[in-house]
């Protein structure tokens, strides 16, 4: 299914930004390949998306075809005794809770993340542990391979996790369609999982009060004792507008769209942030938000 001219506002958590040339929703592997063969065939580009909570578009928009996975991406399946095989398109909380249906624990830290596995996968998304907050669990810990499509062979490779260069917030797939993975967690007793599950939740009671769409943290944390947040707080950004975005009154390191906000507000405060923190601690602060 294709649909042109799409809003994209309409597919980001962040709700702005123009729209696409043209919106896929391919439901497998082969309708992927047809949409990219698609794209190129008119000399566009592409790109990958999932739930789009992780994306800020420009008000341009993006002058190409989006391919989002979602429904046909959803499978879930025991595969062992605790390894679990999934699709790109599961939500990060259906994961979650399939994982305590089965009794199986391990991926609580997703628990509250709004995005897709593909996402979590390609963002090696991931949460301050509850055991040690100086660590952080990230989906890397818990990944055996993942399932990519091969744009060039059109074939479905399979990359074990010592293949993928994970860091922080960082996979390098960049270029690659994540369809699937399969990731290996551990048994455990529901009501533990559930009391995990229930903790996780607790630290993000946090984010109710930020009150406006947004893309969860704008800069990734330069370091554990100096989160990016505390660093654009000290430079008195915090509440600074442009247009109609904000950065949170609540948390420097979110901004907001207080209802009209433009890309290019969102771009100014990025800037001011940066160029105030570069400034004021010596310190360059790298985004983790992805832009289109
Ligand atoms: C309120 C809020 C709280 C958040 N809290 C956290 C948190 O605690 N920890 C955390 O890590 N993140 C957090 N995030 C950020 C975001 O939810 C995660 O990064 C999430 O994993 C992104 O998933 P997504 O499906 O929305 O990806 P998208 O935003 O759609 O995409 C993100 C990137 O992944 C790529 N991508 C997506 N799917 C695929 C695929 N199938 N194949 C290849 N590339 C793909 C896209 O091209 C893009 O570059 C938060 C966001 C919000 C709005």
């Known amino acids: 299914m294709l649909r042109y001219n799409e809003p994209l506002s309409r597919h980001t958590s962040f709700k702005i930004g123009g729209s696409a040339y043209c919106w896929a929703q391919p439901e497998n592997p082969k309708g992927v390949l047809e949409a990219v063969s698609f794209a190129e065939s008119k000399n566009k580009k592409f790109s990958v998306i999932g739930k789009g909570t992780n994306l800020l578009v420009k008000d341009e928009g993006f002058d190409g075809v989006i391919i989002c996975l979602t429904k046909g991406f959803e499978k879930r399946e025991k595969e062992g005794e605790e390894i679990i095989k999934i699709g790109a398109g599961l939500s990060a909380a259906k994961l979650v809770k399939y994982a305590l249906d089965l009794g199986l624990g391990g991926c609580e830290f ?85 009391d995990k599950i229930k903790a996780f939740n607790k630290k993000r ?46 948390h420097a390191n979110i901004i907001v769209n207080l209802g009209r906000a433009k890309a290019n507000d969102v771009l100014g405060l990025i800037d001011l942030a940066k160029t105030s923190v570069r400034q004021k601690f010596g310190m360059d602060l790298e985004l983790e938000l992805k832009i289109l």
């Open 110 to 194: 997703l628990t509250g993340i709004p995005g897709n596995v593909g996402g979590a996968i390609f963002m090696n998304a991931g949460a301050r542990s509850l055991e040690d907050p100086a660590k952080f669990d990230e989906i890397k810990d818990i990944l055996l391979d993942a399932e990519v499509l091969d744009l060039k062979s059109g074939k479905i490779k399979t990359l074990s996790r010592k293949d993928i260069d994970f860091k922080y917030r960082y996979s390098g797939l960049d270029g690659k369609v994540i369809l699937g993975a399969r990731l290996k967690l551990k048994k455990d007793k529901k009501e533990n999982i559930e």
């Open 205 to 250: 009671e946090w984010f109710i009060k930020i009150g406006f769409p947004n893309a969860g943290s704008i800069f990734k944390n330069p370091c554990l004792d100096k989160p990016a947040g505390m660093l654009i707080e000290s430079c008195g950004l915090k509440g600074r507008r442009i247009g109609g975005a904000e950065i949170s009154k609540v």
